[in-house]
Nanobody, 124 residues
Framework: QVQLVESGGGLVQPGGSLSLSCAAS?????????IGWFRQAPGKEREGVSC????????YYADSVKGRFAISRDNDKKMIYLQMNSLKPEDTAVYYC????????????????WGQGVQVTVSS
């Protein structure tokens, strides 16, 4: 049973923008859950891109995306978003959304619920 579904990926030129969305089911999303976006490039480990902590609701961004990406959530619609601007070739990866009632830190081991991933390719 699919409980998190990402959309919005694709091919974009360097410097361009993409907006990712993640639709969550009732069983995987509550207003106090931690949420996050992670990515995995070929041959690399999955890494945290941006998260909102379940503890204090603060946002975290990886240094590589600070000032370019923005995470947000719509609790009523059970949606998670990632706005990505000024994209670089090194942002190319499969992007995953994740949720967890105990999601405190932006690391994959903190999250139990995962989407299937969406490809983002930044290339000219």
């Amino acid at each position: 049973q699919v409980q998190l579904v990402e959309s919005g990926g694709g091919l974009v030129q360097p410097g361009g923008s993409l907006s990712l969305s993640c639709a969550a089911s009732r069983s995987t999303f509550r207003s106090d859950y931690g949420i996050g976006w992670f990515r995995q490039a070929p041959g690399k480990e999955r890494e945290g891109v941006s998260c909102i902590s379940s503890i204090d609701g603060r946002s975290y961004y990886a240094d590589s995306v600070k000032g370019r990406f923005a995470i947000s959530r719509d609790n009523d619609k059970k949606m998670i978003y990632l706005q990505m601007n000024s994209l670089k070739p090194e942002d190319t990866a499969v992007y995953y959304c994740a949720t967890d009632r105990w999601g405190r830190l932006c690391t994959p081991t903190e999250f139990a619920n995962w989407g299937q991933g969406v490809q983002v390719t930044v290339s000219s």
